[in-house]
Nanobody, 130 residues
Framework: QVQLVESGGGLVQAGDSLRLSCAAT????????MAWFRQAPGKEREFAAA????????YYADSVKGRFSISRDNAKNMVYLQMNSLKPEDTAVYYC???????????????????????WGQGTQVTVSS
C-alpha cells in the first residue's frame, strides 16, 4: 500500500479548468497503477481515469474522455488530473487511488474497477457551478 493525499479541488464555473494533484509516498511509485475516481452527491463512486506505468497507458471513462487528462511524474511521486471544459455534472469528491495488482497489459475495463485498488486518498472536493 501507498499513502495518498489529494489537493487542488475547488469551486469553478462551467467551462473552466482545474488540475488535481495526488502526492504519494513510497520508493516504488513508478510500479503503481494510479487512478482517479469520483463520487457525486447521492451517487456511487465511479471511475474517471487511470494511468499505467507511463503516460502512454491511459484509460478514461466515457463521461470525461476528451476533457480530462491523467499524468504522472515518477520523480516527484505525483499523479495529476487535468480537467478541462468542466461541467456541473463533474461536481464530486475526487479520490486518488493506487494499486500494484495491475500493469500495462490488462483489459481496459480492469482499470475502472475500484476493487482493484489497494490505496485511497481522502478526497478533494470539486464543485462546478452552472
Amino acid at each position: 500500500q501507498v499513502q495518498l493525499v489529494e489537493s487542488g479541488g475547488g469551486l469553478v464555473q462551467a467551462g473552466d479548468s482545474l488540475r488535481l494533484s495526488c502526492a504519494a509516498t513510497g520508493r516504488t511509485f513508478n510500479r503503481y497503477v494510479m487512478a482517479w475516481f469520483r463520487q457525486a452527491p447521492g451517487k456511487e463512486r465511479e471511475f474517471a481515469a487511470a494511468l499505467g506505468w507511463s503516460d502512454t497507458n491511459t484509460y478514461y471513462a466515457d463521461s470525461v474522455k476528451g476533457r480530462f487528462s491523467i499524468s504522472r511524474d515518477n520523480a516527484k511521486n505525483m499523479v495529476y488530473l487535468q480537467m478541462n471544459s468542466l461541467k456541473p455534472e463533474d461536481t464530486a469528491v475526487y479520490y486518488c487511488a493506487a494499486t500494484t495488482r495491475l500493469g500495462n497489459s490488462y483489459p481496459a475495463s480492469a482499470y475502472a474497477m475500484s476493487v482493484k485498488y489497494d490505496s485511497w486518498g481522502q478526497g478533494t472536493q470539486v464543485t462546478v457551478s452552472s
